[in-house]
C-alpha cells in the first residue's frame, strides 16, 4: 500500500521560496503509472489544485500559479517536490502531495498534509 | 475556466438517512468527475472517479451519478463515520483542475 508524507519549513518568509518534499513509501516515483501532484487548503476553506508531474517528464499547473510553481522528482529518492517563489500571506495553506493515475486527473492516495504560514 | 457548484453547502441529516450532495459544472466535462470526504485536519479521502466508479475500499453504500454537467453523490444510509465534508473535482482539462466549494454534511 504506497503511502506518502510531506516534509519541510512550517514557516516561511514573505518574498521567499517555500519547498516541499513528498516521500514516496510501498512505492517507486519513478513508476510510470502514477503522477505526482500538489494540492494546498487555506484554513477553513476550499482545494486548490496547484500542479502535477508524471514521469514521462510531462507537468501541468495551475495557471494561476504557473509563474511561481516547479515541481520535480528525484526517482533515487523516491521523492518529488514543490517549489513556489515569492510568497505572501495568501499562500499560507495546508499544502497535500498527492498520487494520480497517469492518464487521469483524479487523486487516489494523499499524504497527511503539511502546514505553512508565511509571515516575517 | 469550468466552475463546479456544490449544492446545499450545509446538509443537516440523521443516521440511516438517505442524502444526496449535488454538484453542477458551468460547461460539460462528460463522466470526468471525482467526490471526495474529508473530515477535519485530515486529508480528502477519494471515494468516486468517473462519476460513478466506486474507490476501492470505499464502502457500497456511496454512489456517484451524472454526466454532461449535473452531478450527484448519493449516501444511501448514513452512518456516524459519514458526517464530514465532500468536495467534487472536475479533471476535463488539464488546463486547470477545479474542485466546489465544499458540502458540510452535519449531524441533525
Known amino acids: 500500500q504506497m503511502q506518502l508524507e510531506e516534509s519541510g519549513p512550517g514557516l516561511v518568509k514573505p518574498t521567499q521560496t517555500l519547498s516541499l518534499t513528498c516521500t514516496v513509501s510501498?512505492?517507486?516515483?519513478?513508476?510510470?503509472?502514477?503522477?505526482w501532484t500538489w494540492i494546498r487548503q487555506p484554513a477553513g476553506k476550499g482545494l486548490e489544485w496547484i500542479g502535477r508531474?508524471?514521469?514521462?517528464?510531462?507537468?501541468n499547473y495551475n495557471p494561476s500559479l504557473k509563474s511561481r510553481v516547479t515541481i520535480s522528482v528525484d526517482p533515487s529518492r523516491d521523492q518529488f517536490s514543490l517549489k513556489l517563489s515569492s510568497v505572501t500571506a495568501a499562500d499560507t495553506a495546508v499544502y497535500y502531495c498527492a498520487r494520480s493515475p497517469s492518464y487521469y486527473f483524479y487523486m487516489d492516495v494523499w499524504g497527511k498534509g503539511t502546514t505553512v504560514t508565511v509571515s516575517s | 475556466d469550468i466552475q463546479m457548484t456544490q449544492s446545499p453547502s450545509t446538509l443537516s441529516a440523521s443516521v440511516g438517512d438517505r442524502v444526496t450532495i449535488t454538484c453542477r459544472a458551468s460547461q460539460s466535462i462528460s463522466s470526468w468527475l471525482a467526490w471526495y470526504q474529508q473530515k477535519p485536519g485530515k486529508a480528502p479521502n477519494l471515494l468516486i472517479y468517473?462519476?460513478?466508479s466506486l474507490a476501492s475500499g470505499v464502502p457500497s453504500r456511496f454512489s456517484g451519478s451524472g454526466s454532461g454537467t449535473e452531478f450527484t453523490l448519493t449516501i444511501s444510509s448514513l452512518q456516524p463515520d459519514d458526517f464530514a465534508t465532500y468536495y467534487c473535482?472536475?479533471?476535463?482539462?488539464?488546463?486547470?483542475?477545479?474542485f466546489g466549494q465544499g458540502t458540510r454534511l452535519e449531524i441533525k
Open positions: 468517473k462519476a460513478s
Open positions: 473535482q472536475h479533471y476535463n482539462s488539464y488546463s486547470l483542475i477545479t
Open positions: 508531474l508524471c514521469t514521462s517528464g510531462t507537468t
Open positions: 510501498g512505492g517507486s516515483a519513478s513508476s510510470s503509472s502514477y503522477c
